[in-house]
């Protein structure tokens, strides 16, 4: 948001402290001299009650849900197709978005970043490379699923060549996010604004900061939104064209995992995206007033609480949904409860019998076609 206020000294400048990547300086006309100061006083104390909240929540869940999505793959689990690959690596990514979300809970309940110059370039970093990579991955597992489902026939082998390079590729992934990041390391830093210390970027040392920006906001925009919304609409409607004609009562369970997919989606990112797309449209506008640009605050504070809420739904939507999941999540829990009794009662039999269970179900699920991925059934 802005500082506190804009005074008539000040008339043509204002500082727009949007959050994650969206602050800037620029300059404009205020459309009248009784809108010249404009306080945003209430918007920044509405910031500084509900996103710390909310963050910390989204932090808590996120970290509980992804770390339970990590110990099933790494112990129970071994990642045997595309998705399950994918699945993984989107799990480690939104564990270390939502490691970052406390130092901007912080900054927000103080309003202002009482951290270090690096330490405010290494979380916006983490950030963005993080919230790429989260967002590319879903397009690959779109893929992954439309080839394992619409084309399953004539993609097989190339799909097996495909899982042996599986590392190959998620690691193209991580390095396409680092480069499309590569800006928040060297944009954002640590200054002083209206008295107050913030961690934003700062385009003011380059020369046209406008432009900068709006390179900046279109590639979040792209890759962020755009790329994953084209891939997910194609590959899920020939998904569900193809699960609705076949006549398999599991794929048309799968069906509901789809839709849930493709809603949570668009749930979440549209709001936050057409807030960026407005606020694209309005750089270098002279004619914006006061209210418009309080109301622009509550919605950016609201819709990119929501759309970092994702990162909480992802393993709900992509693994614990899913049949065989929820099968080594009970593992999970069973396995846990065992060890308790076992350290109050040790000699109960259970974690043995469990243990027992568990390798029957292991036996029977290897005659289990790749195809039928964790999330889709």
């Given at each position: 948001m802005w500082g506190e206020s804009v005074n008539v000294s000040d008339a043509f400048y204002s500082t727009e402290d949007y959050f994650f990547g969206s602050a800037n300086t620029t300059y404009y006309y205020l459309p009248d001299p009784e809108n010249l100061v404009c306080s945003l006083q209430e918007v920044r104390e509405f910031s500084r009650l509900f996103v710390p909240i909310a963050y910390s929540l989204i932090c808590v869940f996120g970290l509980l849900g992804n770390i339970l999505v990590v110990i099933t793959f790494a112990f129970y689990k071994k990642a045997r197709s595309m998705t399950d690959v994918y699945l993984l690596n989107m799990a480690i990514a939104d564990i270390l978005f939502v490691l970052t979300l406390p130092f901007w809970a912080v900054n927000h309940a103080t309003g202002a970043w009482v951290f270090s110059n690096a330490l405010c370039k290494l979380m916006k970093g983490i950030y963005a490379i993080n919230f790429n990579c989260g967002?590319?991955?879903?397009?690959?597992?779109?893929?992954?699923?439309?080839?394992?489902?619409?084309?399953?026939?004539?993609?097989?082998?190339?799909?097996?060549?495909?899982?042996?390079?599986s590392k190959l590729i998620c690691l193209a992934v991580w390095g396409v996010s680092v480069i499309?990041?590569?800006?928040?390391?060297?944009?954002?830093?640590?200054?002083?604004?209206?008295?107050?210390?913030?961690?934003?970027?700062?385009?003011?040392?380059?020369?046209?900061?406008?432009?900068?920006?709006l390179l900046m906001l279109g590639l979040e925009l792209l890759f962020g939104f755009f790329i994953p919304l084209v891939f997910m609409v194609f590959c899920y409607t020939f998904i569900v064209k193809t699960l609705v004609q076949a006549q398999n009562s599991k794929r048309h369970k799968a069906i509901r995992v789809v839709i849930a997919v493709v809603l949570v989606f668009l749930a979440c990112q549209i709001p936050h995206n057409m807030v960026l797309l407005v606020t694209v449209a309005n750089l270098g506008k002279m004619n914006r007033s006061c209210q418009h640009e309080k109301l622009m605050g509550?919605?950016?504070?609201?819709?990119?609480?929501?759309?970092?809420?994702?990162?909480?739904?992802?393993?709900?939507?992509?693994?614990?949904?899913?049949?065989?999941?929820?099968?080594?999540?009970?593992k999970i829990m069973k396995d846990l409860w065992c060890v308790r009794r076992k350290h109050k009662s040790p000699g109960l039999p259970c974690a043995s019998r469990y243990s027992e269970t568990f390798i029957s179900r292991q036996t029977s699920e290897t005659a289990d076609n790749d195809n039928a991925s964790s999330f889709t059934m």
């Open positions: 967002m590319l991955l879903l397009t690959c597992i779109s893929v992954d699923r439309y080839m394992a489902i619409v084309q399953a026939a004539k993609s097989f082998r190339l799909r097996s060549r495909t899982l042996a390079r499309i990041s590569s800006s928040a390391f060297i944009f954002n830093q640590k200054y002083n604004i209206q008295g107050r210390d913030a961690c934003e970027p700062n385009y003011q040392p380059v020369s046209e900061p406008i432009r900068w920006k509550y919605t950016k504070t609201i819709t990119e609480v929501l759309a970092f809420l994702h990162c909480c739904l992802n393993p709900v939507l992509y693994a614990f949904i899913g049949q065989k999941f929820r099968n080594y999540f009970l």
